[in-house]
């Protein structure tokens, strides 16, 4: 089991940045993936950019080269730098863990584009 809490959401400018924050109740190295997905109003919950226990990284097409995920083991955090934003990335941001046997999410955090 595991506990997951997002911060960081907010409202920036178009072409601004954020860093959300997902905090771990475990070690963040015996979960195997985690990630960051994003509902906006009226459409179905889609991912954003994974990372494995082993470092491996996935984004999705529209973040490519602007959104960076990382992991810090001492913190047992995961972050979702995000960079150049636009309108579109507004959403409801939540961040995963994936068991393997089970799934686990966070509360979700709200980030808002818009000038």
């Known amino acids: 089991q595991v506990q997951l809490v997002e911060s960081g959401g907010g409202l920036v400018q178009p072409g601004g940045s954020l860093r959300l924050s997902c905090a771990a109740s475990?070690?963040?190295?015996?979960?195997?993936?985690m990630g960051w997905y994003r509902q906006a109003p009226g459409k179905q919950r889609e991912l954003v950019t994974t990372i494995t226990c082993g470092g491996s990284t996935n984004y999705a097409d529209s973040v490519k080269g602007r959104f960076t995920i990382s992991s810090d083991g001492a913190k047992n955090t995961v972050y979702l730098q995000m960079n150049s934003l636009k309108p579109e990335d507004t959403a409801v941001y939540y961040c995963?863990?994936?068991?393997?046997?089970?799934?686990?999410w966070g509360q979700g955090t709200q980030v808002t584009v818009s000038s």
């Open positions: 475990r070690n963040i190295f015996s979960i195997y993936t």
């Open positions: 995963n863990a994936d068991l393997g046997i089970k799934s686990y």
